[in-house]
């Protein structure tokens, strides 16, 4: 029985109930490690002083927190003379569907990226259990086309955590997807805040 669980079933109605989740939430935010989101931020700067743009993936919630981080770095810092370039390879429902209908939904993302990554470009792997087939199919496919792959993952990791080059991790135990994907939107406004923020003082 995970945590969200134990809150469930010790609650005494929803007031109960949202006190002891919000209060489990806050835990999880501050045992996020500060070094891990300082590295991913430096990752996304050196990116764009590049000019390499970085491709965000994920499945259900983790792909729309993919498209919600291409959104906020990329239009939300407001910055176009030398943009972040960031794309959700989640967000194109054709290309998406012909790739799972013709070979295999564990291809939806690896197909895309052997179009479009290039060198150096940075690929952001999103997943609450780090073991979906698709992302570790598009990391080992990032590696191979000299891409860089940093994972954002919660429960134990998975697989995602030790294979990715860079790793932000969200410790929650296994089965609390509530929990680890309010904490990836959380680092989603964290770090498109700082971003927007930052390129205006340089």
């Given at each position: 029985?995970?945590?969200?669980?134990?809150?469930?079933?010790?609650s005494n109605g929803v007031?109960?109930?949202?006190?002891?989740?919000?209060?489990?939430?806050?835990?999880?935010?501050?045992?996020i490690s500060f070094y891990e989101i300082d590295d991913f931020v430096k990752i996304l700067l050196?990116?764009?002083?590049?000019g390499s743009t970085i491709f965000f993936i994920g499945n259900g919630g983790s792909a729309a927190t993919a498209s919600h981080f291409a959104n906020d770095i990329a239009i939300g810092s407001r910055e176009f003379d030398k943009p972040f370039r960031v794309i959700s390879l989640c967000d194109n429902q054709a290309v998406i569907t012909a790739i799972a209908n013709d070979d295999g939904y564990e291809k939806i993302f690896s197909q895309q990226l052997r179009v479009l990554l290039k060198k150096q470009d940075v690929v952001v792997s999103i997943s609450a259990s780090g073991n979906s087939p698709n992302l570790i199919?598009?990391?080992n496919t990032t590696k191979k086309?000299?891409?860089?792959?940093v994972g954002i993952s919660a429960f134990d990791g998975g697989e995602m955590?030790?294979?990715?080059d860079f790793s932000l991790h969200v410790?929650?135990?296994k089965g609390e997807y509530g929990p680890a994907e309010d904490a990836h939107m959380v680092l989603d406004h964290l770090v498109a805040n700082y971003l927007m923020r930052y390129v205006k003082t340089i």
């Open positions: 029985m995970n945590n969200v669980d134990k809150i469930f079933n010790n007031s109960d109930y949202s006190k002891s989740y919000l209060e489990y939430l806050h835990k999880v935010l501050t045992s050196e990116a764009r002083e590049r199919h598009a990391i086309m000299g891409g860089i792959s955590k030790d294979l990715v410790p929650t135990e």
